[in-house]
């Protein structure tokens, strides 16, 4: 160390030794006078402790006063004060080791800090998530409620082995102009499909809805054979054709033409529902007529558009159509390819193929014999096999051989396939089946000859739930990838007897809603529409409701009740017939068999959403009739279709609609309501209950407010249809003339109920006497009423006590007011005379019958 160096040198020379670090959370160590003092402290305690010692004159303080300082050392020894408490801000030691031990304690708090902090955002997250679709699920309800439905989403694409189709081929609509090739649709955006408008397509249908119900109440009036026919079909097809223009889109036409398959097997009208077994051989039988008719039309288009190639000649037998149609097919490739087997340039199974997937399976058998020796060379048994599954024989068991080499030709492997008679490859087929309807048709066929194709073969029986299964699987977005033709996706359930997924698919469509109902209503006129026999909860933006393990079912009632409360008050008229449609035999549920007690059931529910209806729009008279002035009663809208509900009296009319309604609207208040309906269900009596208890609480509103009524009381309110209580006085007055004119009535009228309401209005005249300070006719008036000993003989007081006791309540909780007014009247008479400068007899006497009148009320 050089002579001149200091301490003060040294601690300066050490601080630069630290000034290229760069990282200012590592603090300098820093011993000073503190520091040293602190680290010398730690050493005597560390040795303290070590060494079990105490000062000697605090051992001797303790060891007086009792205290075990052995124990006491042992117990101190292991108690470290100066980490008893937890410094605010981190004391940084010269100590390396501890300053780590603070920075490792620090990060952990940290850390927990962090922690809890993303904690706390991630439930806000959550809480707003859980809000919104909470107010999400509110809007889906109130649109629900108001009939507006949301948009389906879009379900995931599945890979698998359905060919998506196209919109535009002759099976699935006739807008295109070729098999398989696309058709654009435009949306009108501007028409959302709403029902707050009325719409001309919304008439149309509503019409038809109308003459259904014309001629459901025909055919429930007249006999059976002179019932009139009404086709429902025809005319929904026709109300869809004429709003062709608003909807532009044709595909909607080959939908009816689908139901139309479906329908002509079901009677529909008063039959019940059809379902089980039944109901699937309905669809089965109906989807495969359909897809064969619809290719055969797109054959007979192909050969029309290209006549040349196809070379039929003038009138075509459908041989020579199938033969031109593959001429045309065959021709744009040039040549017929090398792998179809052909004789005489004829692709023979080609043709065989195509006789089948129209339809034409006599022509198939016969062109097949007419070929048998060719047809024999390759395949010996075909024609035998044949012959026998379409004559359902079981005489010929067991499959075709098939191999590798004899499905080279893919219509032959296609023919094999949906005969049911060779354990064909997927990848067989796959140049003949590459549309939508040739794989539903293929595999439809498959399910309509399961049985005749399990008779004969091993194979496993093609299932009608399986593939329904599969369909849904697959979902919209594998049909409709884009999302520009709903309508597709909607046919492939319909063709695989998801009759109630489909109705429900078009529901979440806005522009389609209106069609989606009245194919609703179309299946459940024919039965063919599964729906639950009791109210289940479905969700608010589905009208699927099911059980577990149980097929979807459909809520007819909750559909059509929504579709009549959204139109609009002008067809009214329109809405009552829709909720009338709740029952359709064809709508009852399977479940209970559609006996007696389903119809009673469909029965209540109508009646209870039309009241709930009526209610709403509250035009009584002209859907229950009307009381004319001269007293006749005249009908209402409702009346004639009553045979729908199963009415058949006016008193039945009368306790299943028109008392409900009354009842209703005497709970909520409507007196006006009120008093028309029970006039209408001829609850004459009722009606002067309800005035007199109408009245009651007018009286002791008057007679608790001293005379004065505020407006906020008794004032008419906003509703012109709601009488205030003011009116009251007046109704109760025209009715009782009314009744009083009318012998007929008042012969049925209760007396009691009479006496109750003439003797309310007796003392509403007494209080609006008073309350106007004309004293003597008050009195008048309630000594005509004879509820008050006013006689001035004492001894019949009690007399009239019990007789006021045996009063109706309307006017009981109103005699201490009465009693009040009434000894006020008397008083203020007595002191107008008292104050009278006159002096004579008459006077006296008039004072002399107050006091007597006061005492006995008294």
Same mark, same amino acid.
């Given at each position: ?137 509110a809007q889906r309800r109130l649109f629900e409620e108001l009939g507006q439905h949301q948009g389906a989403e879009p379900l995931a694409l599945v890979d698998a082995e359905v060919p998506r189709g196209t919109a535009g081929s002759a099976a699935f609509g006739a807008a295109s102009g070729g098999y398989g090739q696309p058709s654009p649709l435009s949306f009108d955006l501007a028409d959302p499909g709403r029902l707050r408008v009325t719409l001309p397509r919304v008439e149309r249908y509503a019409q038809v809805a109308r003459k259904l119900n014309d001629a459901r109440v025909a055919a429930a009036t007249r006999t059976i054979a002179s019932a009139p026919k009404y086709d429902l079909l025809a005319e929904l097809g026709k109300a869809t054709a004429e709003s062709g223009q608003e909807l532009k ?5 080959? #939908? ?142 067991? +499959? ?7 499905? +080279? ?94 109705? @429900? ?101 109508? +009646? ?64 006006? @309501? #009120? ?29 608790? #407010? ?70 003597? +006719? ?46 006020? #009247? ?11 400068p006159f002096v004579d007899a008459i006077k006296q006497a008039n004072m002399l019958s107050l006091r007597r009148k006061a005492r006995t009320l008294m």
């Amino acid at each position: 160390m050089p002579p001149n160096t200091s301490l003060s040198s040294l601690l300066e020379e050490s601080k630069r030794l630290t000034t290229h670090l760069t990282l200012a959370e590592i603090p300098a160590v820093q011993r000073g006078i503190d520091l040293l003092e602190s680290e010398s402290r730690k050493l005597v305690a560390r040795s303290v402790r070590d060494g079990r010692t105490l000062d000697p004159r605090a051992q001797t303080l303790l060891a007086s006063s009792g205290v075990d300082t052995d124990r006491l050392a042992d117990s101190s020894g292991s108690t470290a004060l100066l980490s008893a408490f937890e410094m605010l801000h981190p004391v940084y030691d010269a100590n390396v080791e501890s300053f780590l031990g603070q920075q490792q304690e620090q990060a952990i708090v940290n850390a927990i800090e962090e922690s809890e902090l993303a904690t706390l955002d991630d439930f806000d997250r959550t809480m707003t998530a859980h809000m919104q679709t909470v107010w999400e699920e509110a809007q889906r309800r109130l649109f629900e409620e108001l009939g507006q439905h949301q948009g389906a989403e879009p379900l995931a694409l599945v890979d698998a082995e359905v060919p998506r189709g196209t919109a535009g081929s002759a099976a699935f609509g006739a807008a295109s102009g070729g098999y398989g090739q696309p058709s654009p649709l435009s949306f009108d955006l501007a028409d959302p499909g709403r029902l707050r408008v009325t719409l001309p397509r919304v008439e149309r249908y509503a019409q038809v809805a109308r003459k259904l119900n014309d001629a459901r109440v025909a055919a429930a009036t007249r006999t059976i054979a002179s019932a009139p026919k009404y086709d429902l079909l025809a005319e929904l097809g026709k109300a869809t054709a004429e709003s062709g223009q608003e909807l532009k889109s044709k595909q909607l036409g080959q #939908t009816w033409k689908l139901l139309g398959h479906y329908t002509a097997s079901t009677p529909g009208g008063s039959s019940g529902p059809v379902a089980g077994p039944r109901r699937d051989e309905v669809v089965v039988s109906g989807a495969c007529a359909y897809l064969e008719e619809t290719f055969v039309e797109h054959v007979e288009r192909i050969v029309a558009q290209y006549p040349h190639d196809a070379n039929v000649g003038g009138v075509p037998s459908i041989h020579r159509r199938i033969q031109g149609y593959l001429n045309v097919q065959f021709g744009r490739l040039g040549r017929v390819p090398a792998f179809l087997e052909v004789f005489n340039n004829e692709a023979i199974w080609a043709h065989m193929y195509m006789l089948y997937r129209c339809g034409h399976r006599q022509e198939l058998l016969k062109y097949a014999l007419e070929m048998e020796d060719i047809i024999t060379d390759s395949d010996p048994g075909f024609v035998a096999h044949l012959k026998a599954f379409f004559d359902q024989s079981p005489t010929i068991r067991g +499959e075709i051989p098939v191999t590798a080499s004899s499905l +080279e030709d893919p219509y032959k492997a296609a023919l094999y396939k949906v005969l049911g008679r060779g354990n064909v490859p997927k990848k067989a087929t796959v140049e003949v089946v590459h549309t939508t309807e040739d794989y539903l048709w293929s595999n439809l066929v498959l399910i309509r000859d399961a049985a005749t194709i399990a008779a004969a073969t091993s194979h496993a029986r093609s299932t009608l739930p399986a593939l329904q299964a599969l369909m849904l699987k697959f979902g919209a977005a594998h049909f409709d990838p884009n999302g520009n033709n709903p309508l597709l996706y909607l046919r492939v359930l319909l063709l695989c007897g998801l009759l109630e997924n489909a109705i @429900d698919y078009l529901l979440q469509i806005d522009r389609y809603q209106i069609e989606a109902v009245h194919m609703g209503i179309l299946l459940a006129h024919h039965g063919l529409l599964a729906v639950p026999a009791t109210e289940q909860a479905g969700s608010f933006s589905s009208y699927l409701v099911s059980a577990d393990g149980e097929p979807a079912l459909f809520d007819f009632m909750r559909m059509i009740t929504h579709y009549a409360r959204a139109l609009p008050e002008a067809a009214t008229d329109d809405a009552v017939n829709y909720l009338l449609l709740l029952t359709l035999p064809g709508a009852a549920s399977a479940h209970d068999g559609g006996g007696e007690a389903a119809r009673t059931r469909q029965r209540a529910q109508c +009646e209870q959403a039309l009241v709930r209806l009526l209610y709403e729009r509250r035009e009584y008279a002209h859907y229950l009739g009307d009381i004319q002035s001269d007293g006749t009663r005249k009908r209402g809208y409702l009346e004639r279709l009553l045979p729908l509900l199963g009415i058949t009296s006016s008193e039945q009319f009368s306790q299943t609609i028109i008392r409900r309604l009354a009842d209703r609207s005497r709970d909520e208040g409507r007196l006006a @309501d #009120t008093v028309l309906l029970y006039n209408l269900g001829e609850r004459y009596n009722t009606v002067l209950n309800v005035l007199c208890k109408q009245l009651g609480e007018l009286l002791y509103l008057r007679g608790s #407010t001293n005379g004065t009524s505020t407006a906020a009381d008794v004032s008419s309110p906003s509703d012109p249809m709601v009488l205030g209580l003011d009116d009251v006085e007046g109704v109760a007055r025209a009715v009782l003339e009314h009744y009083k004119q009318r012998e007929h009535i008042a012969r049925a009228l209760e007396a009691r109920a009479v006496a109750t309401c003439n003797t309310l209005l007796l003392l509403l005249s007494f209080l609006n006497s008073h309350r106007c300070t004309a004293y003597e +006719e008050a009195l008048a008036t309630i000594e005509r009423t004879q509820l008050l000993p006013l006689d001035g003989d004492v001894s019949l007081a009690g007399q009239h006590a019990e007789k006021v006791r045996n009063l109706d309540e309307s006017i009981t909780r109103n005699v201490s007011l009465i009693l009040l007014a009434t000894m006020d #009247t008397l008083s203020r008479l007595y002191a107008g005379l008292k104050e009278s400068p006159f002096v004579d007899a008459i006077k006296q006497a008039n004072m002399l019958s107050l006091r007597r009148k006061a005492r006995t009320l008294m």
